[in-house]
Structure formats: C-alpha cells, structure tokens
C-alpha cells in the first residue's frame, strides 16, 4: 500500500509565499518522476513543476522564476517553494508519484490535494 500526502496550503496575500511538501510512504522500492499539478476552478488540471529522482527539474512558463520543485530522496518527499504568488495561482495543488513497489511493478500515484489561495 502507497500513500501520497500533500501539505502546506492555506491563503496568502498577493506577494506572499508558500512552501508545499509531499510525502509517498508504504511499500516503496523506488519513486522516479515526482511532480505537482494545479487545478483551478472551471479548468483543466495543468502540470506545475516536474523533477526526476536525478534532480532534472522542469517548470511551467507561467510560475518559471517563482515556483522552484525540489525533493528529498531519503525521505521520499518532493516540495514547491512559491514565491511572489498572484490571485491567477490559487488553485488545488496535487502531486503526482510515479512509483514502483518492486524492480517491475511501478503505478502513478495522486495526493489528495492541498488548496492554495491568493487574495488580500
């Protein structure tokens, strides 16, 4: 059984900053591709940032240079520092695991999401 938990949520002034963090736990053999959507109301859920177990990160246009992923290996965890947030960011924030729970077997894994909300 694998479990992905998501935290760190919560409103914030236009400005303001948030650290999110994602923790996979249970029967874990490895975790490849950690990453974190975002999903607003009335539209699609959209990727946010992407980081290999090798620390290759990837970062959407729109929060490059505000939104930084990073990850902890040892502890199974991936965060996302967003700094100078706009209303535009608030959104569900999810994070998706690609995870293998032997050499062979390997599922994408999703949190149960965290709300992130800008406004004054």
């Known amino acids: 059984q694998v479990q992905v938990v998501e935290s760190g949520g919560g409103l914030v002034q236009p400005g303001g900053s948030l650290r999110l963090s994602c923790a996979a736990s249970g029967s874990i053999y490895r975790i490849n591709t950690m990453a974190w959507y975002r999903q607003a109301p009335g539209k699609q859920r959209e990727l946010v940032a992407s980081?290999?177990?090798?620390?290759?990160?990837n970062t959407a246009d729109s929060v490059k240079g505000r939104f930084t992923i990073s990850r902890d290996n040892a502890k199974n965890t991936v965060y996302l520092e967003m700094n100078s947030l706009k209303p535009e960011d608030t959104a569900v924030y999810y994070c998706?695991?690609?995870?293998?729970?032997?050499?062979?077997?390997?599922?994408?894994?999703w949190g149960q999401g965290t709300q992130v909300t800008v406004s004054s």
């Open positions: 980081i290999t177990s090798y620390a290759r990160s």
């Open positions: 998706n695991a690609n995870i293998y729970t032997t050499m062979w077997e390997g599922d994408t894994y």
